[in-house]
């Protein structure tokens, strides 16, 4: 990178949230140190705001401010020098989303307006409203803003505010007025039907966005150059309507890019391969700067109980990869056996802060996030996201993008093979060269200029991966007649889709031979659909049966709608499934489709390989170049349903490093590991793997 000056906030850190605000009145700033201490934690997000009647009030600041209509005690007056003295950063919390109904009625003229005319409520329970970024609020919060920065304070974390779009709001005089000065036309109805009106909403509500926090951090900047200031931001496949949170738009104004990436509903065991997902998302776009993956003790919705130690540690070392850990404890919870698991995961980080400094990833493949597509193409599911109020929702429509991107991130956790998450402004301003190969997963909705630097790379050498509607609609959501990226998959467009499947089969097409030659049978399950294709150029490795009448059958025809199809082009190739394959993986888990994925990536595209165990292990490769030093960093995610670990034993590693090695060592297991090196490639013999590990390859 840049020889840009270091700020304190571009060092290793290990945040923590203590929630003690149920005892503000009384609980002793001596304790949130001690905590802090026992915790390894170098950051606190402060609280000082109550929040805990249905969201926040005037009467209950808990600092000196010209809005406070109550005279309570100042925890952040007493707290700065303590936190000074023991050197802990103080962050302070600022909940500018959720306040009290009581609190919001106060300004009718600041309400978040819905479609219907009536005023959004309910955020987390039954009495919390919202408040528009549009309106005076603004200039109320800002005052807030000024006051907190005038303590001696090293930052500010915006909670918030978000735009609704997704629950059809805002439609207050304040946005329609500004939605007419923009646009010269009425503020549309939400109909996410009208494409190009709701584009027109959804830039409206990111561009408000943008507006409100680069205001915000003027006042932020006018109060101190070391201060910082970052948000909460969109999680993985979170489309830009959802909340409004652009990541790329709002990060060029902040110092750094927080969002919830280990916050779980329930048992971390039902997606606990997303926590590490969303690390490596948020470091690619955060662009040089700090990220942050904020995880929660909760075992939501109930935040009092922790998930178990072996959850946390887990999800734990999954946000300290490539991007710095958050860990929120509430009070109530704080002896819980899941904050002795977090301490212990602070501790290592502290323990071992030097091989997690300035690290860059070793990654040879990428996998492509789409926003194009999370916003534009009809099959989109919508995650859980920590808002009581906001449910999952699944998308109804043939071809979804939200299941194809986890398909493709559990193949690749469960075939071991260390990735990148990168999205469409690294396909056209990054350096896609730097990978071995690219993965679209049902990525629909790409522009020219994306698909022109797709067809570059693979001419130049690249490998490219891509399943069913991968390119067929421009960036905008209009479909196109064929796929953009046709020359590469050596297959056009047919335009029609294939019956719903119920017990097909798929069929290599000429077994023992070419890609597929591993496979001990020469069928297996396929996918529900297919988009029929005609191929041009390409080699067809597997096709689909013809529709079958019965799972019970004695003989199953082959059709000749391709299943798996190869193109050459320049000195690079593709690989195309010209159907659902992510997203029926991710129905069904076929055991054999990960390792077509990886067959098909190559020994190549693995940075590093692990063998011997069963076990889903999570791999990252990170490299401090300077150093000619290379990290493996393992975690385990093979969590029973009660959350405890399976460890796994005697695991083989190795790695092809481009350094010299004479040592390698096992952070966690605290031992040199001795080693063998045959062709370049350094193997070694890992005892246990509990939650998580470090393997450290030095020169
Ligand atoms: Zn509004």
């Known amino acids: 990178m840049s020889a840009k000056k270091q700020k304190w906030i571009d060092q290793p850190l290990r945040i923590l949230d203590l929630v003690f605000t149920p005892r503000l009145d009384d609980y002793p ?27 926040f009030r005037d009467d209950e600041m808990y600092f000196k401010s010209r809005l406070s209509s109550k005279d309570n005690r100042d925890v952040l007056g007493e707290f700065l020098p303590l936190a000074k003295k023991a050197n802990i950063r103080t962050i302070v919390y600022m909940n500018l989303h959720w306040f009290t109904k009581s609190f919001v009625e106060q300004n009718p003229d600041w309400w978040v307006v819905l479609d219907s005319g009536e005023r959004l409520d309910h955020l987390y329970g039954d009495d919390d409203s919202s408040l528009c970024i549009n309106s005076p609020f603004r200039d109320w919060s800002f005052t807030l803003l000024e006051d907190v920065c005038s303590y001696p304070i090293d ?19 304040h946005c329609r007025d500004l939605f007419e000065q923009q646009h010269q036309k009425e503020m549309p109805a939400p109909e996410q039907s009208n494409r190009a009106d709701y584009a027109l909403l959804r830039e409206f509500a990111v561009a408000s966005m943008v507006r409100y926090y680069h205001d915000a951090m003027q006042v932020v900047r006018k109060s101190g150059s070391d201060l910082v200031g970052y948000g909460n931001y969109a999680n993985v496949a979170e489309p830009d309507w959802a909340a409004g949170r652009v990541n790329r738009r709002l990060i060029p104004t902040m ?17 606990v391969y997303k926590t590490g997902a969303s690390s490596r998302l948020y470091e690619t776009q955060a662009a040089g700067k700090p990220s942050i993956n904020a995880v929660s003790m909760a075992f939501s919705p109930w935040r009092w109980v922790s998930l178990t130690s072996s959850e946390t540690q887990v999800l734990l070392s999954a946000a300290s990869v490539g991007v710095n850990p958050y860990y ?85 956790v469960r075939a071991g093979i260390p990735f990148d998450i990168v999205d469409e402004t690294y396909l056209t301003e990054g350096d896609l060269a730097r990978y071995e190969a690219v993965v679209l997963a049902n990525a629909a909705c790409l522009s020219d200029a994306q698909c022109t630097a797709l067809v570059g790379y693979v001419r130049n050498g690249g490998k490219l991966i891509a399943d069913f509607e991968s390119s067929h609609y421009d960036e905008l959501g209009s479909r196109r007649d064929d796929f953009a990226l046709a020359e590469l998959f050596g297959a056009s467009s047919e335009n029609t889709l294939s019956e719903h499947r119920r017990w097909d089969y798929g069929f ?15 069928y297996f399950p396929a996918p529900r659909r297919n ?26 025809e082959r059709s000749d709608d391709p299943f798996l199809i190869e193109n050459r082009v320049g000195e690079g190739v593709c ?3 010209p159907t659902m394959f992510g997203e029926f993986f991710e129905e069904i888990h076929p055991e054999m489709y990960p390792r077509m994925l990886s067959e098909l990536l190559g020994k190549s595209a693995r940075a590093a390989r692990l063998s011997g165990v069963p076990h889903q292990v999570d791999i990252h490769v990170r490299k401090q170049v300077n150093k000619k030093r290379t990290m493996i960093h393992l975690v385990n995610l093979e969590l ?31 031992k040199k590991l001795n080693f063998e090196v045959e062709k370049g490639e350094v193997r070694v013999t890992l005892q246990e793997l509990r939650e998580f590990e470090v393997v450290v390859f030095e020169a």
């Not at 949130?32 to 805990?52: E, L, R, T």
């Open 29 to 55: 700033m001596e304790e949130v140190i001690a905590v802090c201490k026992k915790m390894h934690a170098n950051v606190i997000h402060f609280h000082c705001q109550y929040n805990m009647r249905g969201g």
């Open 155 to 173: 930052g500010v974390f915006f909670d918030g505010p978000i735009s609704f779009m997704r629950r059809q709001a805002c439609y207050c005089p």
């Open 255 to 271: 110092d750094a890019l927080l969002a919830e990436g280990g916050f779980m509903h329930g048992r971390a065991s039902n997606a």
């Open 328 to 412: 929120a404890i509430y009070l109530q919870g704080i002896d819980m056996p899941g904050i002795e698991g977090a301490a212990e995961v602070y501790g290592f980080l502290e323990k071992n802060e030097k091989y997690y400094k300035q690290t860059e990833s070793g990654a040879k493949v990428a996998l492509l996030q789409s926003a194009q597509t999370l916003n534009c193409y009809s099959g989109v599911d919508i995650p859980w996201a920590d808002l009581g109020y906001q449910d999952e929702q699944q998308a109804q429509s043939v071809g979804n993008y939200s299941r194809s991107f986890y398909g493709f991130t559990e193949m690749m």
């Open 508 to 522: 290599v097409k000429d077994s023992g031979a070419g890609q597929l030659s591993w496979m001990e049978t020469e």
């Open 531 to 556: 988009l029929q294709v005609k191929v041009e150029t390409a080699k067809v490795h597997a096709v689909f049966s013809n529709s079958l009448i019965s799972n019970i059958i004695g003989v199953a």
């Open 575 to 577: 690989y195309f499934f």
């Open 640 to 670: 029973s349903g009660t959350g405890d670990i399976l460890p796994a034993r005697n695991l083989k590693l190795s790695l092809k490093p481009d350094h010299k090695v004479r040592k390698v060592r096992a952070l966690r297991a605290g």
